[in-house]
């Protein structure tokens, strides 16, 4: 395999700024899905049933997110790796 003139980062140095951009990916994309959501719902139901339905989605999805075990995470990855 052939590289580049460019020399390969060490691990430690580029994983600060690679976890920064993928923060700011995943923002941008819920962002951009609570935005298309939001406007599918006007679109549908009219500007203020889908703010009403929007803002209770959210606030489940971080009620869900709240009540995540760490423990059965770990226990389906370790499942899926097997």
Known sequence: MV??????IPF???LPWGT??????VVSLAVVAV????LVSALE????VAIGRT???IAAGIVD???LSPR???GLTRLAVK
Do not use: I, N, T
């Open 3 to 8: 590289l580049d003139e460019h020399e390969l």
């Open 45 to 48: 139901h009219g500007p203020l």
């Open 12 to 14: 430690l140095q580029w």
């Open 55 to 57: 803002r209770r989605a």
């Open 35 to 38: 935005l298309v959501g939001l």
């Open 20 to 25: 920064l951009h993928w923060l700011l990916v």
């Open 65 to 67: 997110l709240m009540r």
């Open 72 to 74: 059965r995470v770990w």
